[in-house]
Structures are given as C-alpha cells and as structure tokens.
C-alpha cells in the first residue's frame, strides 16, 4: 500500500510563488513521483514528474516556472512553483508508481492564484 500526503497549497497573486510537498508511506518501491493538475470544468493534466534516477519531465505551461524536486528512497517530492498565473489555478495531486506497476493519488490541495 502507498499513501501520499500533501501540503503547501493556498492562496497567491499572480507572480507568486508556492511550494507543494508529497511524502508517502510506502510498503513498495517508487519508481515514479509527480504532480498532476485538474482545473475547473478541464481534464486532469501532468504537471511534472520525477524518477528515482533523477529523470524529470515537464508541462510545456510550467516549464521555465515550475521545479520538481526529491522523489528518491526518502519518497519525498516537491513542486516549486514560481511566477504562477491565473491559469494554473486548480487542484493538485501528488501520483506514485511502483516497481510493480501499481498508480496511487494524493488527496488533493488546492491552489488559488489571483490577478
């Protein structure tokens, strides 16, 4: 079993900036850690992932903006958000894969950001 815990969402103006944290307690290996975006009336979309190697993987729209950080044996990844936009206010949701194939999601935490 895997579950992920999540913080750092909130309330910013546009050009801020926000940090998001995803820690899981996992009986598995994790292979794979990210983050994942669902806006109002929008499809769930990648943000940005990260491997236990190190590999990362970016949105066109954060890229430049956004940094994903850890996701190593501590099973701790964050998302650092600079210059954020209106357009990326959603709900976020940390995602974790396993050595075994299996996918599990964080419960979400919201973030808000004005113009």
């Known amino acids: 079993q895997v579950q992920l815990v999540e913080s750092g969402g909130g309330l910013v103006q546009a050009g801020g900036s926000l940090r998001l944290s995803c820690t899981a307690s996992?009986?598995?290996?994790?292979?794979?850690m990210g983050w994942f975006r669902r806006a109002p009336g929008k499809q769930r979309e990648l943000v940005a992932t990260t491997t236990s190697g190190g590999t990362t993987n970016y949105a066109d729209s954060v890229k430049g903006r956004f940094t994903i950080s850890g996701g190593n044996t501590k099973n701790t990844v964050y998302l650092q958000m600079n210059n954020l936009k209106p357009e990326d206010t959603a709900v976020y949701y940390c995602?974790?894969?396993?050595?075994?194939?299996?996918?599990?999601w964080g419960q979400g935490t919201q973030v808000t950001v004005s113009s």
């Open positions: 996992s009986t598995f290996s994790i292979i794979v």
């Open positions: 995602n974790a894969i396993t050595d075994r194939g299996l996918e599990y």
